[in-house]
């Protein structure tokens, strides 16, 4: 998903300092690797060409949302929430991005040796920041099926968090997907509900109201997801969270995906069923081009959400 570039030649922020990309090493034998104990965040800038600004989409909610999923794997952020935000915004002015990109901060346990746990492992912290591309394509809308894949419940590994190794649930659900011709797997909570994409929020749109899975379906909570339910009221729209039925994904008027990677992409059928009549429905597509305008700095009422890297100024490094 990243554009030519190189990756190695790239600044990183690992472990308190900026260095280049493959100066930060981690060892075979790291606790992360071995064991999935890290978690991450996805963080998406846009680049407006108008005002020569590159625009960080949400970082206080992502830091703070890796700060809770930190927690839970026994770790700490090495850095207040203010200072996480000024070393990705200075991190992206050292790598002087004039391009959309995608920041990825890690939190993992660091240490080389054997033994599962979650105490008494130290935890390193690293951000790396990428130019991007789409994640899904959402030019002729997303071919989804539902995933034979449940997602994982809280009760096995907590999904609020954003877990390194928990991915291994997504990636399967995505995988199979893929190999069965479709672009995105709908994983079902234990008890048969609709929960999420393997990397989205869902949205279905049902006689003009928004709904999507509350918080107790097993779903990351979403920025993104966050956003649009925002979005949606300021414009008028109803919008419930709650349990959905598998079947009311068939029956639903539109569906579309949220993240911070995919953004809001469409889906144009589920199980080979057409949802509406395959192209974006009327709803999805007032909040598609409000959101867009949003984060690329174009809405006045949602630039809290946006954190401006050069803020009219170059930095020289
Ligand atoms: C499993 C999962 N669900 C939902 C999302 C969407 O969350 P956000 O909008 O914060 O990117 C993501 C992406 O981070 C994800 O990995």
């Known amino acids: 998903m990243a554009a030519e570039r190189d990756l190695n030649a790239s600044t990183v922020y690992a472990n308190g300092a900026f260095c280049r990309y493959d100066e930060a090493k981690v060892g075979l034998l790291t606790h992360g690797l071995q064991y999935g104990t890290g978690c991450f965040e996805g963080i998406r800038g846009y680049w407006s060409q108008e005002t020569s600004e590159l625009f960080l989409v949400q970082l206080r909610e992502h830091y703070e949302r890796l700060r809770a ?121 234990h008890d048969g509900h609709v929960s999420e994409g393997s990397a989205e929020n869902i949205f279905v749109v049902r006689r003009g109201t928004l709904h999507t899975p509350d918080s107790s379906q097993n779903i990351l909570e979403g920025c993104t997801r966050r956003a649009v339910m925002e979005v949606g009221r300021d414009l008028g729209i109803g919008v419930v969270e709650r349990s959905i039925a598998r079947g009311e994904l068939y029956a639903a008027d539109e569906v579309f995906f949220t993240g911070t990677a995919a953004g809001i992409a469409y889906v144009s059928s589920i199980d080979s069923r057409t949802v509406g009549d395959g192209s974006i429905g009327p709803i999805t597509s007032r909040i598609a081009q409000t959101y867009e305008r949003a984060i690329t700095g174009r809405e006045q009422k949602y630039v809290s959400w946006l954190t401006p890297v050069y803020g009219g100024r170059r930095v020289t490094v």
């Open 69 to 189: 999923s930190a927690k839970i794997l026994l770790m700490e952020l090495p850095l207040s929430t203010d200072d996480l935000i000024e070393a990705t915004v200075e991190l992206c002015a050292r790598n002087r991005f004039e391009c959309n990109v995608y920041v990825r901060p890690c939190i993992f346990k660091g240490a080389e040796d054997v033994g599962v746990r979650l105490h008494d492992v130290p935890a390193h912290f690293a951000i790396v920041a990428l130019p991007h591309a789409s994640y899904l394509d959402t030019s002729h809308g997303v071919r989804a099926c539902v995933s034979s894949w449940r997602r994982a419940d809280d009760t096995t590994v907590p999904p609020r968090a954003k877990i390194t190794g928990l991915y291994v649930n997504s990636a399967l659900a995505k995988s199979d997907a893929v190999a069965a011709g479709y672009d995105e797997a709908i994983m079902l909570s």
